[in-house]
Structure formats: structure tokens, C-alpha cells
């Protein structure tokens, strides 16, 4: 078919945003106020379907016009046909008339794997292109490649169920495409870190196969970008997918978590260094792991320092809403204003890229180690603050409160069956919290850790812990004294 000049109508994306499950929206008055028309994407055949990239530009009406979040552009890649499919039903989203390309069918293009196949074909093109990039000037869509893998364009696609705030889909056991829906000017941390990783061949991510940019043609100041270089912001780029490594056979780190707990529970007479499912040798090869990936990150990205002073302001600043929010912190709060006291007296903190979003469901345990995925940050900060320079403390803090979390989700399902156990599980749940965060973090430091180191930390920990605890009084109250734990543990002198 030819290819079309319009798109569908801004209703149609309002009823289909609502559907889906990586629309940050939900739950917020929004209305859809344009959709542009990105391009099509290159690699299709005779019969097969054009696959044009639209951006939906949401706008709120809870917000002012000032807001930061006050307009959002999510990316919608649709599949067009000239007929009906029926195979596709289920991922309609519009069906509309074009005035070059007639009667249109649009469906949601991961759903398709003829669609995604252009995709591929279009990735395999770009790594036989100069410089690895296959660049159409008329859209400004342009697929880039790093050297060292051949694509399996027989390969058939598979798209990831799951709540997430973008779509993945694999190819074959060969391929993983990460589609970004909520998109921003820039370049990601996802594409920036695995791309330098990469390229410098580290171990402990899933290598980068390449990338797909678009250059607003209002904007192209910026025009094109290295995703090696950790000095390049990108311009007026927007990156709308990467391809990477596919761990098939990789266990999640949560999962196995889970596991480890219950084991040890089926096992009440043992501790947990004694239970076959011990899950220290992990959280001390994972530590090992995170440490190696931060010293890389330290060395191929800039690096500078922050006022302990500034750090603890901006910890306390958050601190007033979230009291508001949770009204179980009150009473740590002389506590946790203590502890942010302390950062104050730290003098210069050092910075640098970090993961910023780490918990046990961003790693992988593969046959010959820890992965750690997902560099993208939080998904609801805004790329701008996603790209700030942090302390690699965060993310030892994120992860130590998800070995937190871990035993105590096992508690509350196996408290449905057997709810006399509770004391045992309890004790139990504590003791394999605590060593797997004391192995993590002695292998994470090499050795014990300052008093400096240890300040830092435990300001990063009961932040951490203070979100949480908005996070669970607003979604699930009977956890929130999961989070409010840890704060009067941390938070005390």
C-alpha cells in the first residue's frame, strides 16, 4: 500500500493510551492534543505492512501550564494494512481514510510480526551501512549499529506481557528490542550506559546490538549523536528503541530471591546459612558484580563532586510531603532529620552515572554471572533529572531494600496458609534480609566501609525507605510497615 500522509484522530489514541499498560497517565484527566507523524519504518516488502511511528502528545489538566509534566509525548507504532486482519483484531487501534493510501487498518505494530521484522531488517541494514548508521533524510529516522554481532533475520518476534513502562520484544533467542513509549529530547541512560559498556566490553550487561533515533526536523541542531561518547546529550534527538543481547536462559534476580525464602520457610528447624537454598554466595557474587559496573561507569563517564550540605536538602526537602502523605513517618521524623544533619557534615560527596532505578528485578543470574539491566533510571523523573550525576550509594541502597522487600512478600502469602507460623517466618524473614545484605554489601566495599561511607548509605537507605512508605500507605497499607521498619532502623542516631 502506499504510504499514508495522515494520521488517525487524537480520540482514538485517547481511548487507546487508556488500555495499555505502559501509559504513565493512567488515573489523570488527560486529553491527546496532537499526533505527529514520526515516519515509516524502512525494511518493508511487497505485501507486507508500512509501519508508521506516530507520536501522541498527552496534555493534563490537573497541572498548571507552568508544570513540568504538564505535556508528555508517548510513541505509538502502528501496522497498516489495506485490509482487515483477523489475526491482529485484538491490537486494532484505528481504522481510518487516508487520502494516498485509501481505507487504512492501524494495529498495534508489536503485535505483528511482519511488522517487527521490518524492524530487523532495518537493524541488519544499518550494520552494513558506513559508519553503521542507516539514516532517511526525508523522516530523519536513523538506525544505528555497533560492530561484532550478526542479526538472525529469520528470526520470529515475540512480544513481552508484564507491567513496564515501555514494550519489549524478542527476537528468536537471538534479540531483544526495547521500544520506548514515553519519549523526551535526548539521550537515554538505557542507550548512553549500555553503549559505552559495550563498547569497552563489559561482562556484567547485556550487550548493545544498536539503535533507533529520530531528529525533530525543528530541531536538528543536534542532528546526529554517538552513543559512545558519555560527553554527547544528543541535541535535538529522541530515541524510540534499542536492541540488545538477549538473556534467554537468565534467571530474574527476584524470582530467584523469592526462591532462596522459600526454601529456607519449608525448612523451619534450619537457619538460612544452613537452608539449601542460601542466597548469600549470590548477594556476594551480585555485590562483586555492581562494584565492577560502577567502576567502569566512574571511568568512562564524567565525574564530579556534590556539597553533602546540598545532598541532604534536597533529601530533607522531600522529606515535609512525605510526611504529609504518610502520617506513620511522624514519629521518625526528629530521626530521620538527624540522620540528614549528619550528610550535611560530609563536605564533598563524589558523583558519576549510575543505574538510579537498582532493585533485584533489574539483574539477571546467567550461567557465568550477575547481568544488570535497565539503565533508564526511574521511569517518572523526567530525562533531564535522570541524567544528573549521583552517588553509587543509591544504588547500593536500592538494592539492599530490595533484599529488604524480598522475604517479607514470601511472609505475607505463605501467612494465608499457614498463619500459626507467623513468629518463625518472621525471624526468619529478618535473618535472610539481613545476610544477604551484609554479604552484598561487604562484597559490593571489598571490606567493611567508613563511618563517612556509612552516614551516606544509610541517608540513601532511609530516602529510599521514605518513598516506599508513601508508595505502599497510598497503594497497599498492610505493607507499609515493611518500609516503616527500615526507617526507624536507619534513622535512628
Known sequence: MNDPTSTPDP?????????????????RPFAVTGVRRVGTVPGSVPGGPVVLLC????????????????????QVPLALYPEPQQRLEHALVATWDDPAAGRVHGYDALHDREAMACWLRS??????????????????????????????????????SGEQSNSSV???????????????????????????????????????????????????????????DPADTGGG????????QFLRTASDGWDLALSSVRDLFRQPELHAS????????????LGRTLREVHLLMAEHFPTATVRGADLAGTMAGRL????????????????????????????????????GDLHLGQTLRTALGWKIVDFEGEPAKPLAER???????????????????????VERTWAEDDPDGADVRARKAAEWANRSKNHFLYAYADGDIGDEQRTLLDAYVADKAVYETVYETRNRPTWVDIPLQAVAEIGAP
Open 11 to 27: 480520540q482514538v489514541f485517547v481511548d487507546y493510551l487508556g488500555r495499555t499498560r505502559w501509559f504513565g497517565g493512567k488515573g
Open 55 to 74: 507520536l501522541a502528545e498527552v496534555t493534563y489538566d490537573d497541572v498548571g501550564d507552568d508544570a513540568a509534566d504538564k505535556v508528555e509525548h508517548y
Open 123 to 160: 537493524f541488519d541494514r544499518a550494520g552494513g551501512e558506513p559508519g553503521g548508521n542507516l539514516v532517511d533524510e526525508a523522516s530523519s529516522l536513523a538506525f544505528h549499529r555497533l560492530p561484532g554481532h550478526d542479526l538472525d533475520l529469520e528470526s520470529h518476534s515475540t512480544l513481552f
Open 170 to 228: 524478542a527476537f528468536g533467542e537471538d534479540a531483544l528490542m526495547k521500544v520506548f513509549r514515553k519519549v523526551a529530547p535526548g539521550v537515554t541512560p538505557d542507550v548512553r550506559v549500555h553503549g559505552v559498556l559495550s563498547r569497552v566490553g563489559s561482562p556484567d550487561v547485556a550487550a548493545l546490538y544498536g539503535w533507533l533515533d529520530w531528529v525533530d526536523p525543528e530541531q536538528r541542531a543536534g542532528d546526529r549523536h554517538d552513543a559512545d
Open 237 to 244: 534527538v529522541m530515541q524510540l528503541a534499542m536492541l540488545q
Open 274 to 285: 544452613e537452608a539449601g537454598g542460601d542466597f548469600a554466595g549470590e548477594a556476594t557474587r
Open 320 to 355: 515535609p510531603a512525605a510526611l504529609a502523605a504518610a502520617p506513620g513517618l511522624e514519629e521518625h521524623r526528629a530521626s530521620l532529620e538527624a540522620l540528614f544533619t549528619r550528610v550535611r557534615e560530609l563536605g564533598e560527596v563524589p558523583v558519576t552515572r549510575i543505574h
Open 387 to 409: 541524567l544528573l550525576p549521583d552517588s553509587p550509594w543509591r544504588d547500593v541502597a536500592g538494592m539492599l531494600r530490595s533484599f529488604d522487600y524480598a522475604p517479607r512478600v
